[in-house]
C-alpha cells in the first residue's frame, strides 16, 4: 500500500467533511448525550431525590460482584464504590457513540459517491482497492476519534468535579485503558469497515449504516449486563475482546475488497 496516496485520499474526505460540518452531527450530538446522561443519572437524580445510590440493592450487589474483580472499588465507601462503578460502566457509550455517528459517514462515502457521480473518475486513478476502502475508513474514523477524545476529557473533568472524593483515581486502571483505547477504536474500525463493505454492494445509505447495528449489540449487552450485576468483564476478558475486535476489522478489510467489484462500477452503476 501506498502511504503517500492513501494520505492525499484521507485529506480530501476530511475536505469534503470540512465543507460540509452537517455530516460529523450525529457524533457531536451521540457525545452530547453521553456527557449528559450520566451526570442526569447519578448527580441530578440522587442530589433531588435525596437518595444514595447505595441504597438500590440490585446495584449493591452488582458493586459488590464487581469489586471482586477491581480492587479500586474495594477501598471506597460505598456511595463513592457505586458511583465509580456506574461512571465506569458509561464509558461504554463513547465507544458506542462514534460508531453510531461515523456509520453515516462511512456510508455516504461509497453510495453518496455513487449517486453524486463522483466514484468513476477516482476508479480510474492509480489507488488500489484497498487502498480506497481504508483511506474511506480512516478519514471517517478520524473525526469522530477526536470529537469522542475531547468528550472524554470533559467527561473525567466533570467526574473530578462532581463525583466523590477517590471516584475519579478509581476509574482510572487498565479496564479503562482497554476500553477507550483499544476496544473503543477497533471496534470503531470494524463498524466503520463492514459499512463500507456492504455501501459497495447498495444503492441507499440507511442499508449500509444498518450492518453497524451487530457490533454496537455486544458493547450494549456489556454495559446492560455489568449494571445489572449478571457478570463482570475482566481485564483479561477485555483485552482478548480489543484482539477479537482487531482482527475482525482486518477479515472486514479484505472482505471488502473482495466484494468491491471495480470493472461493475464502472461499466453498469447508473
Not at 11 to 25: D, M, Q, T, V, Y
Not at 46 to 52: A, C, F, I, Y
Not at 79 to 84: I, P, R, T, Y
Amino acid at each position: 500500500m501506498n502511504r503517500d496516496r492513501i494520505a492525499a485520499l484521507i485529506g480530501k474526505e476530511l475536505r469534503e467533511f470540512r465543507a460540509n460540518p452537517s455530516a460529523i452531527a450525529p457524533v457531536v450530538l451521540v457525545i452530547l448525550v453521553c456527557l449528559a446522561l450520566p451526570f442526569v443519572v447519578l448527580v441530578l437524580i440522587p442530589h433531588l431525590t435525596g437518595e444514595s445510590l447505595a441504597a438500590d440493592p440490585v446495584l449493591r450487589k452488582a458493586v459488590s460482584f464487581a469489586a471482586l474483580y477491581v480492587p479500586s472499588l474495594a477501598g471506597l465507601p460505598p456511595a463513592a464504590a457505586a458511583e465509580a462503578f456506574l461512571f465506569q460502566q458509561f464509558l461504554l457509550l463513547f465507544l458506542v457513540a462514534p460508531i453510531v455517528g461515523a456509520v453515516s459517514l462511512a456510508a455516504y462515502s461509497v453510495v453518496g459517491e455513487k449517486q453524486g457521480r463522483t466514484l468513476e473518475p477516482l476508479l480510474t486513478t492509480p489507488l488500489t482497492t484497498v487502498e480506497m476502502l481504508l483511506s474511506k475508513v480512516l478519514a471517517a474514523f478520524l473525526p469522530s476519534l477526536v470529537i469522542e477524545a475531547v468528550g472524554l476529557v470533559i467527561y473525567l473533568s466533570l467526574v473530578g468535579v462532581f463525583a466523590a472524593p477517590g471516584v475519579l483515581q478509581a476509574i482510572f486502571n487498565m479496564r479503562t485503558v482497554l476500553l477507550v483505547g483499544g476496544i473503543g477504536p477497533f471496534a470503531s474500525l470494524a463498524a466503520l469497515q463492514a459499512t463500507i463493505a456492504v455501501s459497495s454492494r447498495v444503492s441507499d445509505p440507511r442499508s449500509a449504516q444498518q450492518i453497524a447495528v451487530l457490533l454496537v449489540l455486544p458493547l450494549v449487552l456489556m454495559l446492560v449486563g455489568q449494571v445489572a450485576g449478571a457478570f463482570v468483564i475482566t481485564t483479561t476478558a477485555l483485552a482478548l475482546l480489543m484482539v477479537a475486535f482487531a482482527v475482525t476489522w482486518i477479515i472486514l478489510l479484505y472482505l471488502s475488497v473482495a466484494l468491491f467489484q471495480r470493472e461493475t462500477i464502472l461499466t453498469s452503476w447508473k
